[in-house]
Protein backbone atom coordinates (compact mmCIF):
# COMPACT_ATOMS: atom_id res chain seq x y z
CA UNK A 1 0.00 0.00 0.00
CA UNK A 2 2.76 2.39 0.78
CA UNK A 3 4.52 1.74 -2.48
CA UNK A 4 1.29 2.63 -4.52
CA UNK A 5 0.85 5.54 -2.91
CA UNK A 6 4.07 6.77 -2.89
CA UNK A 7 3.76 5.72 -7.07
CA UNK A 8 0.76 8.23 -6.85
CA UNK A 9 3.08 11.47 -5.49
CA UNK A 10 6.06 10.57 -6.98
CA UNK A 11 3.96 10.68 -10.60
CA UNK A 12 4.72 14.38 -10.52
CA UNK A 13 7.82 13.39 -11.75
CA UNK A 14 7.36 10.44 -13.90
CA UNK A 15 7.04 11.18 -17.23
CA UNK A 16 5.26 8.25 -19.59
CA UNK A 17 4.42 8.20 -23.29
CA UNK A 18 1.17 6.76 -23.83
CA UNK A 19 -1.98 7.58 -21.63
CA UNK A 20 -3.16 4.30 -19.04
CA UNK A 21 -6.54 3.35 -17.45
CA UNK A 22 -7.63 1.08 -15.26
CA UNK A 23 -11.23 0.52 -13.83
CA UNK A 24 -11.76 -1.38 -11.08
CA UNK A 25 -14.34 -2.56 -8.18
CA UNK A 26 -13.18 -2.19 -4.92
CA UNK A 27 -13.60 -5.06 -2.37
CA UNK A 28 -12.88 -2.56 0.50
CA UNK A 29 -9.92 0.08 1.36
CA UNK A 30 -8.03 -0.65 4.28
CA UNK A 31 -7.42 2.00 7.20
CA UNK A 32 -5.05 -0.74 8.86
CA UNK A 33 -3.37 -3.20 7.84
CA UNK A 34 -6.65 -5.94 9.26
CA UNK A 35 -9.44 -3.07 8.90
CA UNK A 36 -10.97 -2.21 5.53
CA UNK A 37 -14.15 -0.05 5.09
CA UNK A 38 -16.39 -0.32 1.80
CA UNK A 39 -16.51 3.06 -0.43
CA UNK A 40 -19.81 4.88 -0.09
CA UNK A 41 -22.07 5.25 -2.79
CA UNK A 42 -22.17 8.91 -4.31
CA UNK A 43 -25.85 9.15 -3.12
CA UNK A 44 -23.92 9.51 0.72
CA UNK A 45 -22.54 13.05 -0.32
CA UNK A 46 -25.30 15.02 1.18
CA UNK A 47 -25.02 18.22 -0.81
CA UNK A 48 -23.13 18.96 -4.48
CA UNK A 49 -20.06 19.99 -4.03
CA UNK A 50 -17.81 21.16 -6.48
CA UNK A 51 -14.03 23.10 -6.20
CA UNK A 52 -10.74 24.07 -7.08
CA UNK A 53 -7.90 23.01 -4.75
CA UNK A 54 -4.57 23.97 -3.78
CA UNK A 55 -3.23 20.37 -2.24
CA UNK A 56 0.52 20.80 -0.77
CA UNK A 57 1.72 17.70 1.41
CA UNK A 58 3.98 14.61 2.27
CA UNK A 59 4.37 10.93 2.02
CA UNK A 60 7.59 10.02 4.23
CA UNK A 61 10.30 12.28 2.83
CA UNK A 62 8.42 13.31 -0.06
CA UNK A 63 6.92 16.77 -0.36
CA UNK A 64 4.32 17.10 -3.00
CA UNK A 65 2.40 20.02 -4.18
CA UNK A 66 -0.66 19.85 -7.32
CA UNK A 67 -3.68 21.13 -7.61
CA UNK A 68 -7.29 19.46 -8.32
CA UNK A 69 -10.57 19.86 -9.79
CA UNK A 70 -13.19 18.39 -7.60
CA UNK A 71 -16.54 17.60 -8.66
CA UNK A 72 -19.31 15.82 -6.18
CA UNK A 73 -23.10 14.51 -6.66
CA UNK A 74 -25.25 11.78 -5.89
CA UNK A 75 -24.03 9.91 -8.88
CA UNK A 76 -20.18 10.07 -9.21
CA UNK A 77 -16.86 11.55 -7.62
CA UNK A 78 -14.62 12.98 -10.19
CA UNK A 79 -11.40 14.36 -9.82
CA UNK A 80 -8.58 15.43 -11.83
CA UNK A 81 -5.53 16.07 -10.72
CA UNK A 82 -3.25 18.54 -12.26
CA UNK A 83 0.51 19.75 -12.15
CA UNK A 84 1.00 23.61 -10.85
CA UNK A 85 1.06 24.36 -14.29
CA UNK A 86 -1.90 22.96 -15.68
CA UNK A 87 -1.02 19.53 -17.08
CA UNK A 88 -3.32 16.68 -16.21
CA UNK A 89 -1.66 14.63 -13.90
CA UNK A 90 -4.95 11.94 -13.29
CA UNK A 91 -8.63 11.42 -13.47
CA UNK A 92 -10.19 9.59 -11.01
CA UNK A 93 -13.96 8.28 -10.95
CA UNK A 94 -16.39 6.73 -8.55
CA UNK A 95 -19.80 5.69 -9.67
CA UNK A 96 -20.57 3.80 -7.09
CA UNK A 97 -19.61 0.30 -8.80
CA UNK A 98 -16.62 1.15 -10.48
CA UNK A 99 -13.45 2.92 -9.85
CA UNK A 100 -11.84 4.45 -12.53
CA UNK A 101 -8.78 5.71 -12.98
CA UNK A 102 -6.56 7.87 -16.06
CA UNK A 103 -3.59 8.89 -16.10
CA UNK A 104 -0.73 10.01 -19.02
CA UNK A 105 1.66 9.62 -16.60
CA UNK A 106 0.85 6.87 -14.06
CA UNK A 107 0.77 2.96 -15.65
CA UNK A 108 -2.54 1.34 -15.18
CA UNK A 109 -2.61 -0.56 -11.29
CA UNK A 110 0.18 2.18 -10.36
CA UNK A 111 -2.01 3.06 -7.47
CA UNK A 112 -5.26 1.96 -6.07
CA UNK A 113 -7.50 4.76 -6.59
CA UNK A 114 -10.16 3.66 -4.33
CA UNK A 115 -7.67 4.98 -1.31
CA UNK A 116 -7.88 8.94 -2.63
CA UNK A 117 -11.61 8.21 -3.14
CA UNK A 118 -12.09 6.73 0.49
CA UNK A 119 -10.00 9.65 1.54
CA UNK A 120 -12.40 12.60 0.14
CA UNK A 121 -15.41 10.36 1.29
CA UNK A 122 -14.37 10.39 4.85
CA UNK A 123 -13.37 14.18 4.24
CA UNK A 124 -16.80 15.67 2.33
CA UNK A 125 -19.51 13.25 2.77
CA UNK A 126 -22.37 12.59 4.94
CA UNK A 127 -21.40 12.35 8.47
CA UNK A 128 -24.16 9.44 9.12
CA UNK A 129 -22.82 7.74 6.21
CA UNK A 130 -18.99 7.96 7.23
CA UNK A 131 -19.84 6.87 10.40
CA UNK A 132 -21.77 3.72 9.48
CA UNK A 133 -19.08 2.81 6.88
CA UNK A 134 -16.20 3.38 9.95
CA UNK A 135 -18.00 1.51 12.76
CA UNK A 136 -19.17 -1.52 10.46
CA UNK A 137 -14.91 -1.49 9.78
CA UNK A 138 -14.86 -2.42 13.68
CA UNK A 139 -12.95 1.34 13.80
CA UNK A 140 -14.06 4.26 15.82
CA UNK A 141 -15.35 7.96 14.64
CA UNK A 142 -15.40 10.87 16.49
CA UNK A 143 -16.21 14.26 15.62
CA UNK A 144 -15.35 17.40 17.22
CA UNK A 145 -16.71 20.61 16.29
CA UNK A 146 -14.07 23.85 16.14
CA UNK A 147 -14.46 27.17 15.37
CA UNK A 148 -15.89 27.21 11.22
CA UNK A 149 -15.86 23.50 11.20
CA UNK A 150 -14.98 20.13 12.31
CA UNK A 151 -12.29 17.08 13.20
CA UNK A 152 -13.03 13.86 11.92
CA UNK A 153 -10.91 11.42 13.66
CA UNK A 154 -10.86 7.52 13.11
CA UNK A 155 -8.91 5.41 15.96
CA UNK A 156 -8.64 1.44 16.10
CA UNK A 157 -8.56 0.26 19.45
CA UNK A 158 -8.65 4.40 20.78
CA UNK A 159 -5.35 4.40 18.33
CA UNK A 160 -5.82 7.44 15.39
CA UNK A 161 -5.14 5.93 12.23
CA UNK A 162 -7.00 9.26 10.42
CA UNK A 163 -7.35 12.30 10.89
CA UNK A 164 -9.47 15.33 9.20
CA UNK A 165 -9.34 18.93 10.06
CA UNK A 166 -12.00 20.84 8.36
CA UNK A 167 -12.47 25.00 7.99
CA UNK A 168 -14.65 26.93 5.91
CA UNK A 169 -12.31 26.18 2.59
CA UNK A 170 -9.42 24.56 4.16
CA UNK A 171 -9.15 20.90 5.24
CA UNK A 172 -5.69 19.65 6.64
CA UNK A 173 -5.66 15.10 6.04
CA UNK A 174 -3.44 13.23 8.12
CA UNK A 175 -2.55 9.34 7.87
CA UNK A 176 0.12 9.10 10.41
CA UNK A 177 -0.26 4.62 10.29
CA UNK A 178 0.52 5.42 6.67
CA UNK A 179 2.83 8.30 6.95
CA UNK A 180 1.00 10.43 4.94
CA UNK A 181 -0.21 14.58 5.10
CA UNK A 182 -1.86 17.03 2.72
CA UNK A 183 -3.34 20.41 3.42
CA UNK A 184 -6.36 21.06 0.91
CA UNK A 185 -6.93 25.05 0.07
CA UNK A 186 -9.80 25.87 -2.14
CA UNK A 187 -9.20 28.66 -4.45
CA UNK A 188 -12.32 29.17 -5.97
Not at 62 to 67: N, S
Not at 117 to 127: H, I, M, P, R, S
Request: glycine share 8%.
Amino acid sequence: MKKRVMLFFASLTIICLVACESTRVPDGVYLTDEKAISLLPPSAVGAPFEDYQLLIGSYGDEEFMMEAYLYEDEHKLDMTVLSTSGQTICTIIWDGENVTFSSPFIPAGGIKAEYIVADLQLATYDQTAVRYAVESAGLQLSIDEIDGGHVLTIADDGTPVWTCVRQGGYMKVENPLRGYRYEVTSLL
